[in-house]
Nanobody, 124 residues
Framework: VQLQASGGGLVQAGGSLRLSCAASGRSISTYAMGWFRQAPGKVREFVVGDTWTGIRPYYADSVKGRFTISRDNAANSVYLQMDGLKPEDTAVYSC??????????????????WGQGTLVTVSS
């Protein structure tokens, strides 16, 4: 499966952005999906993960209550709605996928497929 992330941009603190991750090649209906981010000079950080089995998504504490993941299997896409953005949310955001996993994956090496990333910049 190929993943294409989009929707990043420049936003003021307190604003919102919606990231999209469009998949092609295979249906994501049986893939676990995740979003990660990497700020300059920092390691890649888990943001949120979900699965196709109906388990409630798992969010990093830093984004809980502000970010929401959703998926549209018909559109073969996953979305990340980001509200209440803070300057510390500035990073390159990437989506990731792993086939058939029934539990949520929180580590980068648990995913097999990655999108190219989209830059989110939050100004203070």
């Amino acid at each position: 499966v190929q993943l294409q992330a989009s929707g990043g941009g420049l936003v003021q603190a307190g604003g919102s952005l919606r990231l999209s991750c469009a998949a092609s090649g295979r249906s994501i209906s049986t893939y676990a999906m995740g979003w990660f981010r990497q700020a300059p000079g920092k390691v890649r950080e888990f943001v949120v993960g979900d699965t196709w089995t109906g388990i409630r998504p798992y969010y990093a504490d830093s984004v809980k209550g502000r970010f929401t993941i959703s998926r549209d299997n018909a559109a073969n896409s996953v979305y990340l709605q980001m509200d209440g953005l803070k300057p510390e949310d500035t990073a390159v955001y990437s989506c990731a996928a792993v086939f058939g996993r029934r539990t949520i994956a929180t580590m980068p090496d648990e995913y097999d497929y990655w999108g190219q990333g989209t830059l989110v910049t939050v100004s203070s």
